[in-house]
């Protein structure tokens, strides 16, 4: 088993993602919520997890923090789109990702840091789908980081390009 590094999640994350557009592409590029598409990412993002980690937890819409308290920012409860945790720990928390058809927005990025810096997951991660463009946005943070890194894939073939 490897550890459980940013690294080793963001390329989980890829992984997650190349085989969303490799498979499930008419999800992307179709009207469908995008609870649908993230549905479909999370179990990518399980499956790489449980090839490599014991142990981990993969929600989608999780929205408790122990056992009882919710994650709250800016006063209100949260609900990231996709984690990968340990449940009821309170504290082994990995990846915390919002994943948007569209771009992500202010708040998005403000609950992703919230998450990294406060409930300290190791990566967050947004992901804008782009159903209008031949690409998708992905944006990472760790707790090491004050910006958010911005790196742009083609999804058919899926491979990293500049912008």
Do not use: W
């Not at 479909?40 to 009882?68: L, N, P, R, T």
């Not at 998708?136 to 890194?149: K, R």
Request: charged fraction near 35%; include cysteine; aromatic fraction near 10%.
């Amino acid at each position: 088993m490897e550890t459980m590094t940013p690294l080793a999640l963001k390329e989980i994350v890829i992984k997650s993602l190349s085989k969303l557009c490799e498979d499930d592409y008419l999800l992307i590029e179709s009207s469908v919520k995008e609870e649908c598409i993230n549905h479909k990412f999370a179990q990518y993002v399980e499956s790489f997890i449980k090839q490599s980690f014991d142990g981990i937890d993969v929600d989608v819409e999780y929205d408790k923090y122990k056992k009882v308290d919710p994650k709250i920012m800016e006063g209100k409860p949260i609900r990231p789109d996709i984690i990968a945790h340990k449940r009821q720990s309170g504290d082994l928390n990995y990846l915390a990702i919002e994943a948007k058809k569209r771009y992500s927005s202010g708040r998005d990025k403000r609950k992703i840091k919230h998450l990294v810096t406060n409930l300290n997951y190791k990566l967050g991660c947004l992901v804008s789908y782009q159903p209008d463009r031949s690409y998708l946005i992905i944006q990472f943070i760790t707790q090491d980081s004050e910006c958010f890194e911005i790196l742009y894939y083609e999804k058919t073939p899926f491979m990293k390009i500049e912008k």
